[in-house]
């Protein structure tokens, strides 16, 4: 964006073609389009400085300046992100969501006609990214099954076990689970309703997991059951908890079932490690002995979708495509979400029981790195794990509400 007038601008173009939220459920509804704008970005379009000081730490500062705090480092490290992603050049992030087809191509070619439009505004960056009708993202598991509910959302509860969040967990301006409201940027226009989107663009090293699993089977340990307990769930989805000793893809498939448990009777792991990603990225009620309800406080929606092309079945050399997944991670609470959870729980093990150890499957290990798979009558150690995820690019965006979004292309209206 080169000046503050294009800026606003474009945004007036795009708000006609937001949803609203109480209108998601539209049946005429082709897909969705959402806008999330960074901190250069607000500050491109001449937000008050005022009003840009009162947006939190993390996100004023960005990522990429956060990178080592967060781990991504090496070559993970902002500067071999891929261009431009982390740097101050990127002002606005929309996102079109919709089945793929004719419906997509539509509601794509409307975003970037509105997005670029006549007008000082360039789109700099695109990211394709598709959910398989399997489900299945690159590594071959199903994703996008555990989210949290949240209160007044609607959605229908899948884990009896969690009740459903309070809606200031991920939406500014309503009382969050501390019964507080969010911290949140004034004036009340600009920050009610508006949330946070840690975005980051994750290559999998696809053939090194594959090797990495087949390297280290036994007649005990098949290459799928390592790979399960390493995710905590099956590749069908079925969590080990629910289906400790073989993959249930009728349990998988049932969204039911598939996420209706705890972790109360598993202390010691034995049917789902407190390492693996699933367990320390949502401990559920693992610690509810110990620190009732802090589980709560570190919850994030998920809207994540794979890139690239899948390789494929059985093969493991790497064939040099760049394919992963495209995390979208939505709160109200930066710090003690996203980034509680990469720092303390995915690249730290200590307070979730796995001291010393890196998430197996998403975390820094660089050949270094060891998983313990508890089991009887003696544990298993892996040991020398790669780093099979590599972050290519991020950003945090600020999602503003739809007023917000009117008040920021037209601050004197
Ligand atoms: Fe993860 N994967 O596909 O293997 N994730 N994740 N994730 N993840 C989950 O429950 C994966 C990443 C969470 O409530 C599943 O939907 C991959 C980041 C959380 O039980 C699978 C990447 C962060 C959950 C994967 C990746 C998280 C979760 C099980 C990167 C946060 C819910 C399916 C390439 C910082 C846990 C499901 C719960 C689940 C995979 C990244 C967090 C299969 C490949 C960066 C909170």
Known sequence: MRDVRGGREMLRRLVPHIASAADTDAPSREGWLSVALTFPGLRALGVPEAALAGFPEPFREGMAARADLLGMTGDSAPERWEAPLGTSDVHVMLTVISP??????????????????????????????FMLPTEREQFGFRDGIANPAVEGAGAPIRDPYETPLKAGEFVLGHPDENGLLPP???????????????????????????????????DRDSPERLAAKMVGRWSSGAPLELAPDADDPVLGADPERRDAFGYGTDHRGLRCP??????RSNPRDAFADELIGTN????????????GPPLPQGVIEDDGADRGLVFIGIGAHLSRQF??????????????????????????????????VPQRPIRRTLSALPTFVVTRGGHYGFIPGLRALRWIADPDS
């Open 184 to 218: 949140m940027p004034g004036p009340d226009i600009l920050g009610r309703n508006g949330s946070y989107v840690a975005f980051l663009k994750l290559h999998q090293r696809v053939a090194e997991f594959r090797r990495y699993v087949r390297d280290r089977a036994t």
């Open 339 to 372: 980034e509680f959870v990469q720092t303390q729980w995915i690249n730290e093990g200590t307070t979730i029981g796995a001291t010393g150890q890196k998430d197996p499957l998403i975390g820094a290990n660089g050949g270094a790195g060891t998983f313990t």
């Open 274 to 279: 407190a390492g693996s990603h699933i367990r």
């Open 100 to 129: 793929p087809g004719p419906p997509h191509a539509r509601l794509l070619e409307q975003a970037v006609r509105a997005g670029e439009g006549p007008g000082a505004v360039e789109m700099i960056h695109r990211q394709d990214a």
């Open 296 to 307: 709560r406080l570190h919850r994030i929606l998920r809207r994540s979708t794979g890139y």
